[in-house]
């Protein structure tokens, strides 16, 4: 954690409310969101006890399990979430726009332009906080082998008709949320998290109602107070006034409330799943509402002009889920092959680079955490040299000189980059402190500035002006192309030939999910 | 041979506190109220945090923490779904169904050593009950003696173990532990998170390391002390049992505990002893809650019990909400004491010797001269990052300048 962070921590226990961490939003947020609040059965692996989930803060659509460990009746609540969720997802597949990418002739191997559909916009679901992207991972795992009656006739307990399909979706949303920066499936605690700096350690802010507090205290509280409030207050019953966001739940209302009554629903008293229902429901109403508060918070703040950059990328990632399911591909393996899982972790690390580029890129608050690292500078410029190089067409390499107050970590050389007033990032080389005069450094420009002898006006930056450079690039790629899957070495398994059919998981008599 | 886990003399296990210390103890507890166990969960709590002495105290002199914290006006939310208990229990009874055939053939089936596998029914399941924690030590120390000369596959079904912990002895159940035909040791520890596809919660398997770590030690510690004692027939791989996938059929691995064993050791090993504590307590301390004869309210004033807790030292962190019941008192008052140790370890030890919240604004935000580190010396460098970053910090945050003044200032 940057000094500044904890800078903004220390000032929100004094303030007695959460400080800001960003100037603007570093998150895509959908125009109509998806928030999925799941329920799960304490001590079972996946048996959902209920959900509440829409597009429509006023009209959530509530699922309940009355009796968690009956199979028909988590099939008929996965297919209702079937129901609810795929409309929503497959809502965006339609709406399509051309985009030219470059791809590799297979058969000529040369780079070709080529027109390729993607999608205008992506589903984008909104969930409490880090277990429940969990969850939704796990959901997905549960549902994507599960056969129907229509795919194998003779299972045993064929799923619901779309249930493997919002399996597959799931998975999906799962996977994505675990590349830095992306948008499909984003927990709230992390994005206000990400936001706003509370008076509390980060493992408390895990706690939606309590980093709300913080953010937002009711009137005539502290921050400290009203998240004590939301941590720990019960009602003379017993019950927390602030049900924990899920999926686990509280134990106090599993062995008050919710046993009892899914006792009685057992027994068949009439009215019990009624009961279980409205149990439910007083529990996720809160957290639902929890969740739609933090995006009205998260509305206020301007999104940052890099992140509808990173958003086109969750959305080409839509757009190619899209077309896997449309040409009939299995459902995603159990585990990658060593392939896939090098090309993750390459596409995640590129991923994390190019976030850290982009925020302090948009966010003067996240660039004085960089330039505080040593990684970036800020100064005024006292001075402009013109060079030359020596080349047949001598082209402009002129030498800057800036007066900062930042300590960069620059060896000689060094390579540096600012943006350009058209959104193009120049590079520059450090070329040496004044000497005798602290603070004062020299960068020679290396281009950026058009093809002639000439600079091009504006390229240069002039005396009296501020300019910021980062020691990082701004557009980080990742390392260097992998092999083609047939060209596998031996080191991670050879090639890996064809997948295997992934087999539905055995049915066992236990009766569980 | 005699070789103790915590490398400090122990006499037997149930003799360990001396009279006039156990008689010390039961007054800190309140006469009357029976001290609580120290489980393997909360050692292992205790080794993550071994400079709270507080909770060394409390856990040692075997105070009911959460009887404490209720009547100090800082309860933590506490209990475990009746959901997950049966849920546990069901799945533990199927592991260990039919005279533990099952939990012995998964065992071999991960030695993958070659050995001819056990014939179904044929490990050893001894009876293990007596009379009180005294009574089930010595009965499971005396059936491992003979599980262990008779060569043969036999699982002890939640068998009782002594560990002298900071001078008091701490008992702990593992869920099991198996007798090789080699004569060796294996814990068992049988958990109700999934294993899906393989791959488990990290979190839950780590915890799962360090509770069964305690186990092994307490094992080692009782093989160094019978007979032919030799610590090293406790093997360092644990079975950990749970459930496959989305089903209740059980799946098995085994999981090296050295490094939290090790870790354990040292930590437990660092602890202040019970009765040095006890002894730099003000006369007459005692943590008595004073119970009505309903057994749970308590009579005792809050501001009086808050004194006697005040009279020992905490080190809290944010780590200890998830591990300890009185947690939610220290936080208060170490955010009543102005402590960053509140925002978290990393945050802390970032600052250097600057621990209290205000010391650090008035540092950062303060105009005077940088302190120096030592006289003459060069200045503070911890006070000279937190100006930057106050500075840096500000400067971003400043409005921006709207239009007019922007033109203005050019």
């Known amino acids: 954690m940057s000094l500044i962070t904890t800078l903004a921590r220390l000032e929100a226990v004094r303030d007695g409310r959460a400080q800001p961490l960003t100037t603007v939003r570093h998150r895509h947020l959908a125009e109509q969101p998806l928030v999925f609040v799941p329920l799960t059965t304490a001590g079972e692996a996946g048996a959902p006890l209920g959900a509440l989930v829409g597009t429509e803060r006023e009209r959530p659509r509530l699922l309940v399990v009355p009796q968690p460990r009956d199979r028909d009746l988590r099939f008929a609540f996965l297919a209702e979430l079937a129901e609810e969720m795929l409309p929503y997802v497959e809502g965006f597949a339609e709406d399509i726009t051309l985009e030219e990418r470059k791809e590799t002739d297979p058969e000529t191997g040369k780079k070709v332009t080529v027109q390729a559909e993607l999608c205008a916009g992506a589903p984008q679901l909104l969930v409490p906080g880090a277990a429940g992207v969990s969850y939704v991972r796990l959901l997905g795992r549960s549902m994507r082998f599960r056969r129907t009656a229509e795919q194998d006739p003779d299972a045993p307990h064929p799923a619901p008709p779309r249930v493997p399909l919002l399996g597959r979706w799931l998975t999906h949303f799962g996977e994505r949320a675990r590349v830095p920066g992306s948008s499909l499936l984003l927990p709230m605690t992390e994005l206000l998290g990400r936001h706003w700096a509370t008076g509390q350690s980060s493992l408390e802010d895990q706690h939606l109602g309590a980093l709300l507090a913080w953010i937002d205290p009711p009137e005539g509280l502290t921050g400290a107070e009203a998240a004590l409030r939301a941590e720990l207050a019960r009602d003379a019953a017993g019950q927390l006034l602030h049900p924990p966001a899920g999926p686990a739940t509280d134990p106090a209302f599993d062995n008050k409330l919710l046993a009892p009554a899914v006792a009685r629903h057992d027994a068949g008293l009439p009215g019990a799943s009624k009961e279980i229902r409205a149990l439910l429901e007083t529990q996720l109403r809160p957290t639902w509402d929890a969740v739609w508060r933090g995006v009205d918070l998260l509305r206020a703040l301007p999104e940052g002009v890099r992140a509808g950059e990173r958003w086109k990328r969750d959305r080409w990632s839509y757009t190619a889920h899209r077309d896997r399911v449309r040409a009939g591909e299995p459902p995603q393996p159990r585990r990658d092959d060593a392939v896939t899982a090098a090309r993750k972790l390459a596409a995640r690390e590129a991923a994390q680079a190019q976030l850290e580029a982009q925020e302090a890129l948009d966010d003067p608050l996240v660039m004085a955490g960089r330039r505080l690292a040593g990684e970036a500078f800020t100064g005024e410029v006292t001075e402009v040299v013109m060079e030359y190089t020596e080349a047949k067409v001598p082209r402009p390499r002129p030498l800057v000189t800036v007066r900062t107050d930042d300590g960069p970590y620059l060896a000689e050389g060094a390579k540096v980059h600012r943006v350009l007033p058209g959104g193009k990032a120049q590079p520059g080389e450090f070329a040496g402190h004044v000497p005798g005069e602290p603070g004062a450094l020299t960068v020679r420009l290396t281009g950026g500035m058009g093809r002639g002898r000439e600079p091009e006006p504006g390229s240069v930056p002039e005396k009296g002006d501020r300019v910021c450079w980062t020691l990082f690039e701004h557009a980080p790629r990742g390392g260097p192309e992998l092999p083609d899957p047939e060209r596998t070495p031996w080191t991670h398994g050879g090639p890996p030939g064809e997948p295997a059919a992934e087999l539905p998981d055995p049915v066992t008599a236990e009766d569980l999910l | ?410």
């Open chain 2, 1 to 410: 041979m005699t070789r103790s886990p915590d490398s400090r003399p122990t006499a037997g296990p149930a003799k360990a506190a001396p009279a006039t210390l156990r008689q010390r103890l039961a007054e800190l507890r309140g006469p009357g109220s029976t001290p609580r166990p120290l489980d393997a969960r909360a050692l292992a709590a205790l080794a993550a945090n071994p400079g709270c002495r507080r909770r060394v105290l409390l856990d040692g002199a075997g105070v009911d923490k959460s009887a404490l914290a209720r009547a100090l006006g800082a309860p933590a939310a506490s209990g475990q779904s009746q959901f997950a208990i049966a849920r546990g229990h069901s799945f533990e009874a199927r592991a260990k169904a039919d005279g533990g055939t099952e939990l012995v053939r998964l065992l071999h089936e991960q030695l993958r050593d070659g050995t001819a596998a056990p014939e179904p029914g044929s490990a050893d399941v001894p009876d293990l009950t007596a009379g009180g924690p005294e009574g089930r030590t010595a009965r499971t120390a005396l059936a491992l003696r003979e599980a262990t000369a008779a060569g043969r596959w036999a699982l002890l079904d939640h068998p009782l173990l002594a560990l002298p912990v900071a001078g008091a002895p701490a008992f702990l159940e593992p869920d099991a532990v198996v007798v090789h035909p080699d004569g060796t040791w294996t814990v068992v520890e049988i958990k109700s998170f999934p294993v899906i596809d393989g791959a488990a919660d990290p979190g839950k398997v780590g915890a799962a390391a360090r509770q069964a770590a305690v186990y092994v030690l307490a094992l080692e510690e009782l093989a160094a002390r019978t007979g032919d004692g030799d610590p090293a027939r406790v093997r360092h791989e644990i079975l950990l049992v749970c459930p496959k996938d989305f089903a209740n059929v059980p799946v098995a691995g085994l999981v090296d505990v050295r490094k939290p064993r090790a870790t354990t050791r040292r930590q437990l090993a660092r602890l202040a002893r019970v009765e040095d504590i006890a002894a730099e307590l003000p006369a007459g301390t005692t943590f008595d809650l004073c119970l009505a004869d309903d057994g749970k309210t308590a009579h005792r004033p809050a501001g009086e019990l808050a004194a006697a807790v005040e009279a020992v030292g905490a080190a809290y962190a944010p780590e200890c909400l998830a591990a300890c019941e009185l947690a939610f008192h220290c936080r208060a008052r170490a955010r009543a004491e102005g402590s960053v140790a509140t925002l978290g370890r990393g945050l802390r030890g970032e600052l250097g010797g600057l621990t209290t919240v205000e010391s650090v604004l008035a540092a950062a935000l303060g105009d005077a001269p940088v302190p120096e580190e030592a006289p003459g010396g060069a200045p503070d460098p911890t006070v000279v990052a937190l100006r930057r970053a106050a500075a840096l910090r500000a400067e971003a945050l400043a409005p921006p300048l709207t239009g007019i003044e922007a033109a203005a200032c050019r």
